[in-house]
């Protein structure tokens, strides 16, 4: 079972997920909060699997609550998934450098939201491609082209597999496009966070657009 805890400053948003969440046989919702702090009472009293963090709130935001969250080692197994209007939230690239592990938008399809739960709460960080696009749309003036040595040393296949994943493609998506097995493209995954010290595939994201390797358009 997947234990998940909502945070949004909106009650009916947080009803309408957890009725959403719900209707899956492997998913629990184990409690709600609607600002930063009060997540941080529950994450830390419940170490939920998976937390759906808003980003816009009162008080200490989805940012501040996601930081707090991936800072504190007791809670090293709680993944945190962003769920974004992203019209309004400028902030969000700051969120992927706080650690956050994906990003949906609110009008996501609620099949695609249970996937990307059950996604994230199995280490498979998961990045909505809509939402990358968006996101380096926004971020692109503040995206400069920066030399790193480990992506020198990245495998001609490693850098197709970054520039895949840059591009919101899962593991198994990636096995496709590569004609390899969903294995080995999980292997090349991890070989990618270990090269570039990344977190998860998020960052991953990021170091792609930094090191220019897939144009922010």
Excluded at 128 to 153: C, G, K
Excluded at 175 to 184: D, G, K, N, V, W
């Amino acid at each position: 079972m997947i234990r998940v805890a909502v945070v949004d400053d909106q009650h009916l948003v947080r009803a309408g997920l957890r009725a959403l969440l719900e209707r899956a046989p492997d998913i629990e919702v184990i409690g709600e909060a609607a600002d930063g702090h009060a997540a941080l009472s529950l994450v830390r009293r419940d170490v939920p699997d998976v937390v759906l963090m808003d980003v816009r709130m009162p008080g200490l935001d989805g940012i501040g609550a996601t930081k707090a969250i991936m800072a504190d080692e007791r809670l090293a197994s709680v993944h945190v998934l962003v769920l974004t209007t992203f019209d309004t939230d400028e902030h969000v690239f700051d969120a992927i450098r706080a650690g956050a592990a994906g990003f949906l938008l609110k009008t996501t399809d609620p099949d695609e939201l249970r996937a990307a739960v059950r996604a994230v709460a199995k280490g498979e960080a998961t990045l909505s491609a809509s939402v990358t696009r968006r996101l380096m749309d926004a971020t692109r003036d503040q995206v400069r082209p920066r030399p790193s040595p480990e992506l020198e040393r990245l495998t001609e296949r490693e850098r197709e597999v970054l520039v895949l994943v840059a591009g919101g493609l899962s593991n198994d998506e990636i096995a496709r496009e590569l004609t390899i097995s969903p294995a080995t493209s999980r292997t090349y995954v991890s070989r990618l966070l270990t090269k570039l010290h990344a977190r998860d595939r998020a960052q991953l994201v990021v170091i792609a657009y930094r090191a220019g390797i897939v144009p922010p358009e």
